[in-house]
C-alpha cells in the first residue's frame, strides 16, 4: 500500500497492517477462500505444498550433499598436477630446442 510521504495516518496505517498479519488474518482469509472457491484437487496440492516448504530453517549437510562440491575439487586439482607435469616436460623440450637452434 502506498502512503504519501509524511502523511499523519501512515504510522496508525502500518501498526493496523502489523496487527492483521499478526492475527494471521490475511492466512485464515486465503484458506477460506481456497476452500470455498476451489476444487478438492487445487485445496490438496496448496496444502501439500505448505507441508513440503514449511521446514525453511538450515539444514545439516552430510557427505552425499556435498560429494559433488568433493569430486569438482580432486578433477582440479588433477588437472592442475597434469598441467604442471605438462609444462615441465614441453617446457624443457622447448628449451633444448631453442638452444639448438643457436
Known sequence: MLVRK???????FRDLVSRIRDAGL???W??????????E???LEIATSRLLNANTGPTKLNLSQ???VFFLL??????AV????????FGK??????NARR
Not at 509524511?6 to 496508525?12: D, V
Not at 597434469?82 to 616436460?89: D, G, R
Request: charged residues 15%; glycine residues 8%; hydrophobic residues 45%.
Open 82 to 89: 597434469i598441467t604442471w607435469f605438462a609444462e615441465l616436460i
Open 74 to 79: 580432486i578433477l582440479g586439482e588433477a588437472l
Open 66 to 68: 556435498l560429494q559433488g
Open 93 to 98: 623440450k622447448l628449451k633444448s630446442l631453442g
Open 6 to 12: 509524511g502523511s499523519p495516518y501512515a504510522q496508525r
Open 41 to 43: 484437487r487445487l485445496q
Open 26 to 28: 490475511p492466512i485464515y
Open 30 to 39: 486465503e484458506a477460506a477462500v481456497i476452500r470455498n472457491y476451489m476444487s
